[in-house]
Protein backbone atom coordinates (compact mmCIF):
# COMPACT_ATOMS: atom_id res chain seq x y z
CA UNK A 1 0.00 0.00 0.00
CA UNK A 2 1.80 3.21 -1.16
CA UNK A 3 1.65 6.75 1.51
CA UNK A 4 -0.57 9.13 -0.89
CA UNK A 5 2.06 12.15 -1.53
CA UNK A 6 2.34 14.68 0.99
CA UNK A 7 0.46 18.06 0.99
CA UNK A 8 3.00 21.01 -0.01
CA UNK A 9 2.68 24.52 2.32
CA UNK A 10 4.54 26.32 -0.40
CA UNK A 11 5.49 29.83 1.38
CA UNK A 12 7.45 33.00 0.60
CA UNK A 13 8.78 36.70 1.91
CA UNK A 14 5.64 38.90 2.40
CA UNK A 15 6.35 42.57 1.99
CA UNK A 16 3.98 45.00 0.88
CA UNK A 17 1.16 41.80 -0.16
CA UNK A 18 1.19 38.34 0.00
CA UNK A 19 4.14 35.92 -2.14
CA UNK A 20 5.77 39.18 -3.23
CA UNK A 21 9.33 37.96 -1.82
CA UNK A 22 10.19 41.75 -0.69
CA UNK A 23 12.70 40.72 2.49
CA UNK A 24 15.00 43.74 4.76
CA UNK A 25 18.35 43.07 5.28
CA UNK A 26 21.21 44.53 6.95
CA UNK A 27 24.86 44.49 6.91
CA UNK A 28 28.37 46.37 7.36
CA UNK A 29 30.78 46.46 4.76
CA UNK A 30 34.53 47.74 5.31
CA UNK A 31 34.24 51.05 3.05
CA UNK A 32 33.23 54.97 3.80
CA UNK A 33 29.91 55.95 3.57
CA UNK A 34 29.86 57.63 0.29
CA UNK A 35 27.80 56.57 -3.53
CA UNK A 36 29.96 54.14 -4.32
CA UNK A 37 29.84 52.49 -0.74
CA UNK A 38 25.77 52.11 -1.56
CA UNK A 39 26.32 51.26 -5.06
CA UNK A 40 28.73 48.27 -3.64
CA UNK A 41 25.77 47.39 -1.32
CA UNK A 42 23.50 46.81 -4.18
CA UNK A 43 26.03 44.67 -6.07
CA UNK A 44 26.57 42.43 -3.12
CA UNK A 45 22.84 42.31 -2.83
CA UNK A 46 22.45 41.41 -6.77
CA UNK A 47 25.52 38.35 -6.11
CA UNK A 48 23.27 36.85 -3.29
CA UNK A 49 20.26 36.63 -5.98
CA UNK A 50 18.15 39.51 -4.93
CA UNK A 51 16.54 41.93 -7.40
CA UNK A 52 14.58 44.76 -7.01
CA UNK A 53 17.37 45.95 -4.33
CA UNK A 54 17.30 49.03 -3.06
CA UNK A 55 19.52 50.79 -0.41
CA UNK A 56 17.01 52.70 2.37
CA UNK A 57 19.92 53.33 4.86
CA UNK A 58 23.49 53.23 4.41
CA UNK A 59 25.35 55.03 7.79
CA UNK A 60 28.71 55.83 9.55
CA UNK A 61 29.48 53.04 11.57
CA UNK A 62 33.31 53.69 12.43
CA UNK A 63 35.89 54.57 10.54
CA UNK A 64 36.11 53.17 6.99
CA UNK A 65 32.52 51.02 8.00
CA UNK A 66 29.20 51.62 6.52
CA UNK A 67 25.94 49.73 8.09
CA UNK A 68 23.42 49.68 5.24
CA UNK A 69 19.70 48.81 5.69
CA UNK A 70 18.39 47.45 2.20
CA UNK A 71 14.60 45.97 0.75
CA UNK A 72 15.07 43.46 -2.07
CA UNK A 73 13.07 40.89 -3.22
CA UNK A 74 13.98 37.03 -3.14
CA UNK A 75 12.76 34.40 -5.09
CA UNK A 76 13.03 31.78 -2.54
CA UNK A 77 10.32 29.29 -2.39
CA UNK A 78 10.28 27.04 0.36
CA UNK A 79 7.83 24.02 1.43
CA UNK A 80 6.46 24.64 4.99
CA UNK A 81 5.45 21.41 5.60
CA UNK A 82 9.09 19.97 4.89
CA UNK A 83 10.32 21.55 8.15
CA UNK A 84 10.83 18.92 10.86
CA UNK A 85 11.91 20.73 14.26
CA UNK A 86 11.50 20.32 17.76
CA UNK A 87 9.60 22.84 20.57
CA UNK A 88 8.70 23.26 23.43
CA UNK A 89 4.59 22.97 23.83
CA UNK A 90 3.30 24.59 26.82
CA UNK A 91 -0.22 25.24 28.32
CA UNK A 92 0.60 27.47 30.49
CA UNK A 93 -0.79 27.92 33.78
CA UNK A 94 -1.22 30.88 35.65
CA UNK A 95 0.23 32.46 38.19
CA UNK A 96 -1.09 31.43 41.56
CA UNK A 97 -2.53 27.90 39.63
CA UNK A 98 1.09 27.41 38.74
CA UNK A 99 1.94 27.45 42.37
CA UNK A 100 -1.07 25.37 43.84
CA UNK A 101 0.18 22.65 41.27
CA UNK A 102 3.59 22.94 42.61
CA UNK A 103 2.62 22.52 46.16
CA UNK A 104 -0.36 19.90 45.38
CA UNK A 105 2.00 17.73 42.84
CA UNK A 106 5.78 18.31 44.52
CA UNK A 107 4.70 19.19 47.56
CA UNK A 108 8.11 20.99 48.14
CA UNK A 109 9.66 24.19 46.82
CA UNK A 110 11.32 24.01 43.43
CA UNK A 111 14.85 25.01 43.44
CA UNK A 112 16.68 27.06 40.31
CA UNK A 113 19.75 28.36 40.27
CA UNK A 114 20.75 30.91 36.53
CA UNK A 115 23.64 32.61 35.92
CA UNK A 116 25.30 34.35 32.69
CA UNK A 117 28.64 31.67 32.47
CA UNK A 118 31.98 32.17 31.46
CA UNK A 119 33.49 35.96 30.49
CA UNK A 120 29.67 36.67 29.66
CA UNK A 121 28.59 39.86 31.52
CA UNK A 122 25.29 41.03 30.27
CA UNK A 123 22.35 39.95 33.00
CA UNK A 124 19.90 41.12 31.31
CA UNK A 125 18.34 37.65 30.03
CA UNK A 126 18.71 36.01 33.24
CA UNK A 127 17.51 38.43 35.57
CA UNK A 128 13.98 38.74 33.26
CA UNK A 129 13.59 35.03 34.17
CA UNK A 130 14.89 35.21 37.71
CA UNK A 131 14.43 38.40 39.43
CA UNK A 132 10.91 39.12 41.03
CA UNK A 133 9.93 41.99 38.80
CA UNK A 134 10.38 39.69 35.87
CA UNK A 135 9.40 40.69 32.21
CA UNK A 136 6.64 42.28 30.32
CA UNK A 137 4.66 42.15 33.31
CA UNK A 138 4.93 38.38 33.68
CA UNK A 139 6.77 37.72 37.01
CA UNK A 140 10.18 36.63 37.61
CA UNK A 141 10.80 33.03 39.64
CA UNK A 142 11.97 34.69 42.81
CA UNK A 143 8.34 36.03 43.40
CA UNK A 144 6.93 32.66 42.91
CA UNK A 145 6.44 30.97 46.52
CA UNK A 146 6.55 27.54 45.61
CA UNK A 147 10.24 28.32 43.32
CA UNK A 148 13.04 29.20 45.22
CA UNK A 149 15.51 30.58 42.79
CA UNK A 150 19.43 31.92 42.84
CA UNK A 151 20.31 34.05 40.35
CA UNK A 152 24.76 34.28 40.48
CA UNK A 153 24.94 36.78 38.13
CA UNK A 154 27.82 37.17 35.25
CA UNK A 155 31.27 35.68 34.96
CA UNK A 156 29.96 33.02 37.21
CA UNK A 157 32.40 29.59 35.91
CA UNK A 158 30.58 26.75 35.07
CA UNK A 159 32.17 24.81 37.92
CA UNK A 160 31.01 27.53 40.47
CA UNK A 161 27.51 27.46 39.32
CA UNK A 162 27.16 23.26 39.11
CA UNK A 163 29.00 23.34 42.25
CA UNK A 164 26.39 25.88 44.49
CA UNK A 165 23.38 24.00 42.67
CA UNK A 166 24.64 20.61 43.91
CA UNK A 167 24.81 21.92 47.40
CA UNK A 168 21.55 22.98 47.10
CA UNK A 169 20.03 19.79 45.33
CA UNK A 170 18.94 22.09 42.85
CA UNK A 171 15.66 20.98 40.48
CA UNK A 172 17.14 22.84 37.66
CA UNK A 173 19.70 25.08 36.13
CA UNK A 174 19.48 28.04 33.62
CA UNK A 175 22.89 29.27 31.86
CA UNK A 176 22.35 32.14 29.69
CA UNK A 177 24.51 32.87 26.73
CA UNK A 178 24.24 36.86 25.54
CA UNK A 179 27.51 37.46 23.90
CA UNK A 180 27.79 35.20 20.17
CA UNK A 181 30.85 36.42 18.36
CA UNK A 182 32.58 33.70 16.64
CA UNK A 183 29.90 31.41 18.21
CA UNK A 184 31.61 31.75 21.75
CA UNK A 185 27.79 31.32 23.19
CA UNK A 186 28.07 27.45 21.13
CA UNK A 187 31.70 27.00 23.04
CA UNK A 188 30.92 27.87 26.28
CA UNK A 189 27.36 26.07 26.38
CA UNK A 190 29.41 23.05 25.19
CA UNK A 191 32.02 23.48 27.93
CA UNK A 192 28.97 23.34 30.59
CA UNK A 193 27.57 20.16 29.52
CA UNK A 194 31.24 18.59 29.76
CA UNK A 195 31.56 19.40 33.39
CA UNK A 196 27.97 18.74 34.16
CA UNK A 197 28.37 15.06 32.51
CA UNK A 198 31.99 14.85 34.64
CA UNK A 199 29.72 16.51 38.21
CA UNK A 200 26.79 13.75 37.33
CA UNK A 201 24.62 16.10 37.16
CA UNK A 202 23.28 15.81 33.40
CA UNK A 203 20.33 13.76 33.38
CA UNK A 204 19.43 14.32 36.75
CA UNK A 205 18.83 18.16 37.03
CA UNK A 206 16.73 19.98 34.51
CA UNK A 207 20.10 22.31 32.07
CA UNK A 208 18.06 25.00 30.63
CA UNK A 209 20.11 27.13 27.93
CA UNK A 210 18.65 31.14 27.25
CA UNK A 211 19.94 33.40 25.02
CA UNK A 212 19.26 35.75 22.15
CA UNK A 213 20.84 33.30 19.76
CA UNK A 214 19.30 30.69 21.01
CA UNK A 215 16.42 27.83 19.91
CA UNK A 216 14.93 24.60 21.51
CA UNK A 217 17.01 23.27 18.43
CA UNK A 218 20.67 24.08 19.30
CA UNK A 219 20.10 23.44 23.00
CA UNK A 220 19.30 20.25 22.60
CA UNK A 221 22.33 19.82 19.84
CA UNK A 222 24.71 20.83 22.50
CA UNK A 223 23.06 18.70 25.44
CA UNK A 224 20.80 20.61 27.08
CA UNK A 225 17.08 19.50 28.20
CA UNK A 226 15.54 22.72 26.37
CA UNK A 227 16.61 25.95 25.27
CA UNK A 228 14.47 29.56 25.66
CA UNK A 229 15.35 32.25 23.12
CA UNK A 230 14.06 35.88 22.72
CA UNK A 231 10.41 36.97 23.88
CA UNK A 232 10.51 34.14 26.39
CA UNK A 233 8.59 34.79 29.79
CA UNK A 234 9.42 33.75 33.26
CA UNK A 235 5.90 31.55 33.22
CA UNK A 236 7.30 29.72 30.60
CA UNK A 237 10.42 28.67 32.05
CA UNK A 238 8.63 27.89 35.59
CA UNK A 239 6.12 25.75 33.53
CA UNK A 240 8.35 23.90 32.20
CA UNK A 241 10.55 22.92 34.67
CA UNK A 242 7.36 22.17 37.34
CA UNK A 243 6.90 19.45 34.89
CA UNK A 244 10.74 18.20 34.68
CA UNK A 245 10.30 17.75 38.01
CA UNK A 246 7.19 16.06 38.08
CA UNK A 247 9.06 13.39 35.22
CA UNK A 248 11.84 13.29 37.36
CA UNK A 249 10.04 12.03 40.66
CA UNK A 250 8.27 9.54 38.31
CA UNK A 251 4.94 11.20 38.29
CA UNK A 252 4.30 12.48 35.46
CA UNK A 253 4.79 10.30 31.69
CA UNK A 254 7.80 11.60 29.65
CA UNK A 255 6.94 14.52 27.16
CA UNK A 256 3.86 15.90 29.05
CA UNK A 257 3.95 19.43 29.09
CA UNK A 258 0.57 19.87 30.99
CA UNK A 259 -1.49 16.72 33.18
CA UNK A 260 -3.26 14.90 31.02
CA UNK A 261 -1.44 15.51 28.01
CA UNK A 262 1.05 13.81 26.39
CA UNK A 263 2.63 14.98 23.36
Known sequence: MTTPPREKHLIRAYGDRRDDGIIQISFTLPVATSEKAKEAAQIYCKKLGLTDVKVAAAERAADQ????????????????????????????????????????KIARKVVVFGACTGTDTHTVGIDAILNMKGFAGDYGLERYPWFEAYNLGSQVPNEVLIKRAIEQKADAILVSQVVTQRDVHKENSRAFIEQAKEAGIAGKMTLLLGGPRVDHKLALELGFDAGFGPGTKPSDVANFVAHQVLQRLGKEAKGTHFEGEPT
Open 65 to 104: YTFFVVYARSPVIIDYNEIDTPEIVIKKLGFYELNEFIEQ
